[in-house]
């Protein structure tokens, strides 16, 4: 959260009548002469134009404009000079091996120069793709590596094209390489971890992160999704194979489901789970086509919603990992929508805003019957892996 100085508000004074001591008023002073404001987390963004290159022209849910949305917002004078920039980079070719096989990044390279190449019915890659592509999972970890080093508190890597239905040969659902995976694979390789936990709040279920990671104990998966839905995998009975048999964990939910009815799932699913894994990390595919105006899916969460999820977050990162937590922009397709969705998890990231405990237990207070049942269902077949 670092800003210059011709840009700092000039009302940092207390308002008239208002008492603070002479300590902490110059120990405030200090704080904020360094670009920081007390009592907030220094919140890292990856954004840069080339990202925007990527289907340009062409007709498409996941259009350039979702980018520039949020772009637009991030420059608005009032979010500018909350956040740190963080360069992206091309990932490199280990990086990517670490996740998909050689054949298949052979076969996105010789889309490059191209106008159009249909990978899939939904996937479409143009000139710039491949190397938009790499873009976006270089950029995701080095987002992970500012916040494990110590140089951001949390990050939001804003980049495209998604990655959580990529799989390790194939680009679907208009994914190209899976940016989360990779990123997760480079984490416990350059960082010598041993337990990852990524969350997956997009509409759709990841079947590609869940392909990558489903034989793999050092990462634990969890998604919600709307089911039925693309892609027609994440059944509550998908919990991984071998050695990572009850490390992948699904909630598939009813179109409907609300703010309230996400909160008490992370709440009581998720955090207990989280709480038994220890993580060291927490990654989060942050797809946004859950919120109520998107025009691909059924769910109702609004912008405060997902400020309430990544409170959840946040909270169990501060728990267990030193607050190390690092989302990737995913889905989301109401491209107004997108950009107030973005703007509420910053607004967390950072600590501008601060959802309280109090309004968590309300808001999971408030579900139905349909809850108790999506909730039990879950318990009884996760028991015998986790308490």
């Known amino acids: 959260m670092f800003f210059p100085a011709a840009g700092r508000p000039q009302n940092l004074l207390p308002y008239p009548g208002f008492c603070v001591s002479y300590t902490a008023l110059s120990e405030a002073i ?19 134009l080339r990202y925007i290159r990527h289907g340009a022209g062409f007709t498409h849910p996941e259009t350039p404009e979702r980018l520039i949305a949020i772009y637009e917002m991030l420059d608005n004078p009032d979010m500018a000079w909350k956040i740190t920039g963080i360069d992206a980079r091309h990932a490199t070719r280990e990086e990517l091996e ?18 159009m190449t249909m990978l899939d019915p939904d996937t479409v890659a143009t000139a710039e793709t491949y190397d938009t592509a790499r873009l ?16 951001t508190d949390n990050a939001f890597a804003l980049v495209r094209p998604p990655g959580h239905h990529a799989q390790a040969a194939t680009a679907a659902g208009f994914c ?18 041993e337990r990852i ?53 699904n909630v598939p939910l009813r179109p409907g489901a609300d703010d309230a009815f996400f909160v008490r799932v ?18 989060v595919s942050a797809g946004f086509d859950t919120y109520v105006g998107d025009p691909l899916g059924g769910m109702k969460v609004t912008p405060e919603g997902f400020a ?17 937590l690092v989302m990737v922009l995913e889905g989301g397709y109401n491209v107004q929508g997108l950009a107030k969705c973005v703007r509420a998890v ?42």
């Open 176 to 193: 190209i390489f899976n940016n989360i995976a990779v990123g997760a694979r480079h984490a416990l390789a350059r960082w010598g971890l």
């Open 266 to 283: 992370f709440r009581e699913l998720l955090c207990p789970v989280a709480r038994s894994f220890r993580p060291e990390l927490i990654l």
């Open 30 to 48: 200090k704080f904020i002469g360094r670009g920081r404001w007390p009592m907030s987390k220094n919140t890292g963004v990856v954004e840069d």
């Open 136 to 151: 976006a999972a270089g950029g995701f970890t080095n987002a992970i590596d500012s916040v494990i080093s110590g140089e």
């Open 346 to 387: 910053l607004l967390e990231m950072i600590g501008e805003t601060r959802v309280t405990e109090e309004t968590l237990s309300r808001m999971a207070g408030e579900t139905d019957e349909q809850a108790d049942r999506v909730i039990v269902r879950a318990q009884e077949r996760w028991a015998p892996y986790w308490k």
């Open 197 to 249: 936990l990524i969350v997956d709040w997009d509409l759709h279920h990841g079947n590609g992160t869940q392909e990558i990671f489903y034989e793999d104990r050092e990462v634990l998966y969890f998604s919600t999704h709307q089911s039925p839905c693309y892609p027609g995998t994440g059944g509550v009975e998908e919990m991984g194979k071998g050695p990572g048999l009850g490390y992948t964990l």
């Open 308 to 324: 309430f999820l990544t409170r959840v977050l946040l909270d169990l990162a501060d728990e267990w990992c030193g607050g190390r």
């Open 98 to 115: 670490r996740v998909h096989r050689p054949s298949f990044i052979d076969f996105i390279a010789q889309t490059a120069g191209k106008s």
